[in-house]
């Protein structure tokens, strides 16, 4: 990546850039601390009333539903740092970022320090590292939390929309 002119407007656009997708971030946990409430909840309140035959097969249908979308809430929020197998990165790296903490852990400290000196020393490279971690912050953001809270909404309202439809369907007809 090569900047003719490293200027202010590029750095502000980088900042909000970024911000925004934090942003986005804070929303999708939001979003999901919402969902996992009020699943817990009805989720508690639904096994209370398990013993009512005439509610059996809908509660458990519910709560079936509720257990799923309280799964993907908590894979919204949990986040990705793996502990196991986790893949040791290098300065080197073509996905390695010296801004993301998962990147850097098992680099020592002197290694780490001169790549940033190296980076800070370069506009260009400077930009690209910024670039490269929008890039991955935003992948991240689909391909795990959007994607996560998505599902558990539609679980839920899946699940809501079943259980009437069977309560209607054994008490109705």
Request: glycine share 4%.
């Given at each position: 990546?090569?900047?003719?002119?490293?200027?202010?407007?590029?750095?502000?656009?980088?900042?909000?850039?970024?911000?925004?997708?934090?942003?986005f971030?804070q929303?999708?946990?939001?979003?999901?601390?919402?969902?996992?409430?009020?699943?817990?909840?009805?989720?508690?309140?639904?096994?209370?009333?398990?013993?009512?035959a005439?509610?059996?097969?809908?509660?458990?249908?519910?709560?079936?539903?509720?257990?799923?979308?309280?799964?993907?809430?908590?894979?919204?929020?949990?986040?990705?740092?793996?502990?196991?197998?986790?893949?040791?990165?290098?300065?080197?790296?073509?996905?390695?970022?010296?801004?993301?903490?998962?990147?850097?852990?098992?680099?020592?400290?002197?290694?780490?320090?001169?790549?940033?000196?190296?980076?800070?020393?370069?506009?260009?490279?400077?930009?690209?590292?910024?670039?490269?971690?929008?890039?991955?912050?935003?992948?991240?953001?689909?391909?795990?939390?959007?994607?996560?809270?998505?599902?558990?909404?539609?679980?839920?309202?899946?699940?809501?929309?079943?259980?009437?439809?069977?309560?209607?369907?054994?008490?109705?007809?």
């Amino acid at each position: 990546m090569h900047i003719n002119e490293p200027r202010q407007q590029l750095d502000h656009m980088l900042r909000q850039t970024r911000m925004n997708l934090v942003n986005f971030s804070q929303i999708a946990d939001t979003k999901a601390h919402i969902l996992l409430s009020l699943s817990s909840v009805l989720l508690s309140l639904s096994l209370t009333q398990l013993h009512e035959a005439r509610f059996m097969l809908t509660i458990v249908g519910l709560d079936v539903f509720l257990l799923v979308t309280i799964f993907f809430a908590l894979l919204t929020v949990i986040g990705k740092v793996k502990v196991v197998n986790r893949k040791k990165h290098s300065v080197r790296d073509a996905d390695y970022s010296p801004l993301f903490f998962g990147n850097y852990g098992d680099i020592p400290y002197d290694e780490y320090a001169k790549n940033f000196e190296e980076i800070m020393n370069d506009p260009d490279l400077t930009y690209e590292i910024m670039v490269k971690d929008i890039y991955y912050a935003g992948v991240y953001l689909i391909k795990t939390k959007y994607k996560y809270i998505r599902l558990a909404y539609l679980y839920f309202f899946i699940g809501l929309i079943m259980s009437v439809v069977i309560y209607f369907t054994q008490n109705l007809l």
